[in-house]
Structure formats: C-alpha cells, structure tokens
C-alpha cells in the first residue's frame, strides 16, 4: 500500500518535522492551522492530514475564503436557504454540510471577513447542535510581525495543533529531488523527456531566493522544459527575467524600503492599511500587478482578487 503523503518532499530536517506532525496529528479529529508563505505546498500537508485520518474515505472538501463578495463566501460555507417552490429552486447545503462526516479546508481563512470567521466559529463549536461532524482545517500565509486578520477566538479553536511550512530556500535540501518530481510531471503534461538540470542551472537554483516558493519553481521549469531543445535544461532555457528579483524581496521590510515612507492615519483599521498599502505600490510600479505583487509577497492571484474585492465594497472601479 502506498503512502498517503509521499507527494510531500522531505529530504530536509525542516520538512521531516512537518512529516512527523502530519502523521502525529492525523488521526484526531482536532482542527489544525497550516502556516507558511504562498507556494510551499499547504494545501499537500491539508491532503496529507486527510488521507492519513480515519475520515480518509469520506468528502474532503477544500474552499477558497476569497471571493468576489463576502456574501459569496458565505453561501459558499453555510449555503442558501430554499427559495419558493413556485420558482422551482432549491438553495445549495453549503460546503461545511457537503464536508459532513470528513473534513473541510479553509484556505487562506484570513481572508473571512470577521462576521463571517464568528459565524463559523459559533458553527464549529456547536456541531452537535447542528447535527454536523467536520474535521476543520485552516491555511494562512506567514505575515509581518503584528499583523494578524484571525479573528483570535476562531485563532485559538483553530490552532489546537499548528503546523509551520518553511520557504523553500530554508529547505535547499529537497531541491534536487523536487525537480525531479516536478519534471517527471512536466514532460508528462507536455510530452517531453526532459531528465534534469544542468551544473549551471543547479548553482543558480541554489543561491536564488525563491519568493513564489515551489509554485515557482514548477513554473519556471516548465518554460524551460519547453523552451529546451535538449535532455538537460541550460541557463538559456531559463525565463530571461529569472534571477532579477532582488534577494529580499519576500520580506515585510523590502517592501517599505523601496517605497520610502508611507504614512497611515492613528486608528486606521489593518484592512485599510492592506488596501492604501497596495493601492500605493500599484500607483510606484506604475500598475505592474506582477511587480507589486512580487513587493506584497502574495500571489498575482490574490492581488487580483483583492482588487476586486476592493471595487465591490466601494462601487468604484479598481486599478486593475
């Protein structure tokens, strides 16, 4: 039989102990918070936590806590009640009823507005009354010291066992192995034979910092998969932007340092400092979505979805 987490790369001791919590917290029912930067693979120690756990054969349903529109997420978790038969429709059970009996990932739960984290608290608390037996697992992303947009309650039921996912470039270890599996993937997807990475492309491998983590580590192989006319990819097959992102752009500090000073007023809620901090970055990159992204250390993704939160709560077109 083969192993529920062997997908999970764990050369490194780093991500031997995020194994070794996998396995330890698996077969509880106990909610647990999956920590770490975008692209390290969250969403594998989340599938892990399920295969590994007695609810293993039963839904495990994942959601997005971003949407287009808070009441969107919240039909999303809780569903819609039944609309009149005159009409024919019926309302949907909602993701947390469909999760019944198995488990339930909330990604990027920070992003909840805060009724919406109480009201599912109040739920996760109160399964019986409400006849539901849900396994919760949460994500969120590693922020700058003092932030934090968990509710702290739904903080604390949510973090009875908290794993921490490392960046990849605290994990070198598994690099070479890493591109192994992504190009085995690769060349299955888009019918190559690519069989690694030359002297070259390993050096630069390891001494880049990776901001996208493992998500950009896959994305820059397959370009150069594709753009290979060879068994080993070369430095030539590298994207030719690739190494221009300065070493410490993922961390909270480049990002006012290249942006001088930006000031908020006393009181200012954290939303509103997210928004006037992204809104600004956007207007200093000249509107590159990439860039200030790459600055924010978030996906373009999430970016994008910000933005578009940010036009639905004001009516007003957003700076996409």
């Known amino acids: 039989m083969s192993d529920p987490i062997a997908d999970i790369v764990c050369i490194s001791g780093q991500m031997q102990e995020v194994v070794r919590l996998i396995r330890a917290a698996a077969p509880s029912k106990v909610a647990v918070l999956i920590s770490g930067e975008g692209g390290v693979g969250k969403d594998l ?26 009441r969107s997420v919240e039909e999303e978790l809780f569903g819609t009640p039944d609309i009149s038969m005159k009409l024919r429709q019926l309302g949907s059970p909602g993701c947390l009823r469909l999760a019944n009996t198995g488990t339930i990932l909330l990604d990027e739960i920070d992003a909840l507005p805060a009724p919406t984290q109480a009201k599912l608290l109040h739920l996760l608390e109160n399964q019986n009354a409400s006849q539901l037996d849900v396994r919760a697992i949460a994500t969120t992303k590693d922020e700058a010291p003092g932030v934090n947009r968990i ?63 493992v998500r950009q580590l896959r994305s820059v192989l397959e370009y150069a998969a594709l753009a290979s006319d060879g068994k080993l990819i070369t430095g030539r097959d590298l994207p030719t932007n690739f190494g221009q992102i300065p070493k410490a752009t993922h961390t909270p500090t480049t990002v006012s340092a290249q942006l001088s000073e930006i000031r908020f007023p006393l009181g200012a809620t954290v939303e509103q400092v997210e928004k006037e901090l992204i809104l600004q970055i956007l207007q200093r990159t000249n509107n590159n979505k990439t860039r200030a992204a790459e600055l924010l250390g978030i996906s373009l993704k999430t970016l994008h979805n910000k933005l578009t939160r940010y036009k639905t709560q004001t009516g007003q077109p957003s700076r996409n």
Do not use: K
């Open 45 to 70: 120690v989340a599938r892990g936590l399920h295969a590994l756990s007695p609810r293993s054969s039963r839904a495990f349903i994942p959601v997005s806590c971003w949407g287009s529109a808070d």
């Open 151 to 213: 509710r702290s309650d739904l903080q604390y039921f949510l973090s009875t066992f908290r794993i921490h996912v490392p960046p990849l470039r605290e994990r070198l270890a598994d690099m070479a192995v890493l591109i192994d599996r992504l190009l085995v993937e690769i060349n299955r997807g888009n019918g190559r034979t690519i069989q690694g990475v030359d002297s070259d492309v390993t050096h630069r491998f390891q001494t880049y910092p990776w901001p996208g983590n």
